[in-house]
């Protein structure tokens, strides 16, 4: 059981990104998926989160209109797209899933996979 993060990178203030987590050894769309990222010397927190229950798609409000969750259920995968990327941006991004609480929760304990974590950097 394994959730596999990539697509960090270095961009400029106003650019873009897109992150990418696939499953191996379980189905995601079985469990709610979420991507939360963690700044230096910050807590983690959540960025967005697709529900396994009614399919919605919920988002931090400081990443709403720039940032957008996607999944592919063949290629068992999901996606951050992230546009407008802004300096406050930069963490690391973490790809999760949780098998009980449908995004209702953001406590990362309540998050039972983890990827890796991804860089991002915005830096002009």
């Known amino acids: 059981v394994q959730l596999q993060a990539s697509g960090g990178g270095v961009v400029q203030p106003g650019g873009s990104l897109r992150l990418s987590c696939t499953a191996s050894g379980f189905i995601l769309p079985h469990f709610a998926n979420a991507w939360f990222r963690q700044a230096p010397g910050k807590e983690r927190e959540s960025v967005s989160c697709?529900?396994?229950?009614?399919?919605?798609?919920y988002y931090a409000d400081s990443v709403k209109g720039r940032f957008t969750m996607s999944r592919d259920n063949v290629k068992n995968t999901m996606y951050l797209q992230m546009s407008n990327l802004k300096p406050e941006d930069t963490a690391a991004y973490y790809c999760?899933?949780?098998?009980?609480?449908?995004?209702?929760?953001?406590?990362?304990?309540?998050?039972?996979?983890w990827g890796q974590g991804t860089q991002v950097t915005v830096s002009s």
């Open positions: 697709i529900s396994n229950k009614d399919g919605r798609t």
């Open positions: 999760a899933t949780d098998p009980l609480f449908a995004c209702s929760s953001d406590l990362e304990q309540d998050y039972d996979h």
